[in-house]
């Protein structure tokens, strides 16, 4: 039986106050005061879908211990490259083996679900990933710059240790255009909110219900959780009184703390179904987007023991107030920023060069020596330890996974930075090794010579001229 195994979730710490959004934008569009209530999660300058990914797979394989992953497959609809596969830059931070299968799937807010459904319905009986990661742009001023989040889900799909089995699947495909986002265009582009949820929802997901519900011998009144992603606040409850489903049933969509995350909203939904869910639970998960996915997943007597690394209450309390709208609309590029002459430098990688060090780079892999013992980072010719000393002796060793220690720190505000100042450092990690890091999500008086960090793959510096983004590991002072 193949079914769920595993999930972690990753939601970004900075949380922008929609208030501060409506009151900027409130001279031009006074209606936006009426959703400016509570706050929704935004990526940090150096964050985008593919380092939350990362961090969201970190937490979903920390609950399984040493299985091997054969598939990762990554859902987005804001893929970093278009033309460079996602999903291999995932996998390759984790360090994962490199004869797995990896896709990315997009170009649908149902992306998810439709790669959920892949993975359950093949023959393949091993353990694979199903990652789904947001980082969506708005206009500025609009009502999704309040409504949506950033985030990112991810599952594992596996025969042992099951904790939500597959019930029933169906599908409906329909290009129905709700939104969408064309060749050259930044931002969506929608239709009229009431149209969507009448036309849309209220007739394309009761048609995929009805025939699933019937096809498994459920009735409505059996399930306890509805998943329905939208970004409308009312449709999941008047959809769910359509079917019939009971109205504490219904997921809520987080739309006063997080935002809906795209096409991860499914994913992440699911992930705080299963944290709450007791086994016999019935689970109705819905994607929408041009047609619908419908899952039913029934919780094993698995679920009751299984204790997530990262769940959603979890990344819901690691939480940074933000209230700054100006320093959102900075990082995500709304606006251009006078970057002065600091940040003006070409800053071209060399792929071959990158080529030979992707291991550091990309998994963090540092070195330890077969002769000694001895641990260090990079990984050189000859150990660094001078009673040593060995040539070529050193195996590869993850550093990814190490807390570490500040042994030196500077806050810099010459060197450019798009979130100045920039921290940056010496980091004694234990077991062995040290290594010159940034620091990342530094708040002011945080930092100190002995804190503890932990490390996290962020993106370390973009080259605009030719649409490249460099990735490295960071260090995040431990809460």
């Known amino acids: 039986m193949t079914g769920i195994t595993a999930y972690g979730v990753y939601i970004p710490r900075a949380r922008l106050s929609k208030q501060a959004v409506a009151e900027a934008n409130a001279w031009f569009d006074a209606s936006l005061l009426s959703l400016g209530k509570g706050e929704r999660s935004i990526c940090n300058w150096d964050e985008d879908s593919i380092t939350m990914a990362v961090e969201a797979a970190r937490a979903c394989l920390a609950c399984m211990g040493d299985h091997a992953i054969d598939a990762l497959y990554l859902a987005s609809t804001t893929f970093p490259f278009l033309d460079r596969q996602n999903s291999v830059i995932v996998s390759e931070a984790l360090s994962l083996d490199r004869t797995q299968r990896t896709m990315d799937i997009g170009a649908s807010q149902r992306a998810a679900t439709s790669g959920l459904i892949a993975l359950l ?5 091993g353990n694979t990933l199903l990652v789904a990661s947001e980082h969506r742009r708005s206009k500025a001023g609009s009502r999704a710059e309040l409504l949506w989040g950033d985030a990112a889900a991810c599952v594992a799909l596996g025969s042992q240790n099951v904790i939500a089995e597959v019930v029933g699947i169906e599908t409906l495909a329909d290009d129905f255009i709700d939104h969408y986002r064309g060749e050259e265009a930044e931002f969506d582009y929608d239709w009229e909110e009431r149209w969507i949820r009448d036309e849309g929802f209220m007739k394309s997901v009761p048609l995929v219900v009805d025939t699933l519900l019937n096809n498994s011998g459920v009735t409505s009144e059996e399930i306890d959780f509805f998943i329905l992603p939208t970004d409308q606040a009312r449709t999941p409850m008047g959809l769910a009184q359509k079917l019939g489903i009971e109205g504490d049933g219904v997921v809520d969509n987080q739309l006063a703390s997080v935002g809906v995350a795209g096409a991860a909203q499914s994913i992440l939904l699911l992930a705080k179904a299963l944290e709450a869910a007791k086994p016999g639970d019935l689970i109705l998960l819905i994607g929408f987007g041009q047609g619908c996915d419908a899952i039913l997943l029934r919780a094993t007597d698995a679920i009751a023991s299984f204790k997530p690394v990262r769940g959603v209450s979890a990344a819901l309390l690691a939480r940074r107030e933000e209230t700054n709208y100006n320093k959102f609309l900075s990082f995500n590029r709304l606006i251009e920023r006078d970057i002065g002459k600091r940040g003006e430098v070409d800053r071209q990688t060399y792929l071959s060069g990158y080529n030979r060090r992707k291991d550091l780079l990309t998994g963090f892999i540092g070195g330890k020596c077969r002769e000694c013992g001895t641990v260090q980072i990079p990984r050189e010719n000859y150990c ?42 010496m980091v004694q990690f234990e077991g062995g090794g040290k290594l010159m890091m940034d620091f990342t999500e530094v708040e002011e008086g945080s930092i100190d010579s002995g804190s503890i960090v932990s490390m996290h793959f962020r993106i370390r510096q973009f080259d605009s001229q030719r649409g490249f983004r460099k990735y490295f590991w960071k260090a995040v002072i431990e809460e």
């Open 121 to 125: 319905e093949s023959e393949h009986k």
């Open 384 to 425: 660094v330890n001078p009673e040593c000393n060995a040539l070529d002796s050193q195996d590869p060793y993850s550093f990814a996974d190490k807390k570490g220690t500040v042994m030196t720190w500077t806050a810099d505000r010459l060197t450019f930075d798009w979130n100045p100042p920039a921290y940056f450092g």
